[in-house]
């Protein structure tokens, strides 16, 4: 498995932006799909965004326009970029390593973004 690391969260204004980083503890560029999901408080933890090796990406309709998720093979690095933020998009966000193959999904601990005035 990989060690992930999350930073980049905070209290930002309705409408402002955010960047999260995903810091892996070893090479990336063999791992078949990296992802960002969150959990509000409350709910179950769902899908935000995902990118795979060949840098396929995938976003939750909620998100669409609004994010985009980006992969630095070099720097072992997952971003996600937040731009318009809304007061729902306040969650605890984890960043999400899928090997494939069955082998075990490696999860960050965590990185709180909250939208408020």
């Known amino acids: 498995q990989v060690q992930l690391v999350e930073s980049g969260g905070g209290l930002v204004q309705p409408g402002g932006s955010l960047r999260l980083s995903c810091a892996a503890s070893?090479?990336?560029?063999?791992?078949?799909?990296m992802g960002w999901y969150r959990q509000a408080h409350g709910n179950q933890r769902a899908l935000v965004a995902t990118i795979t090796s060949g840098g396929t990406t995938n976003y939750a309709d909620s998100v669409k326009g609004r994010f985009t998720i980006s992969r630095d093979n070099a720097k072992n690095t997952v971003y996600l970029r937040m731009n318009s933020l809304k007061p729902e998009d306040t969650a605890l966000y984890y960043c999400n390593a899928n090997p494939g193959g069955g082998y075990p999904w490696s999860w960050g601990q965590g990185t709180q973004v909250t939208v408020s005035s």
């Open positions: 070893r090479n990336i560029s063999s791992i078949n799909t």
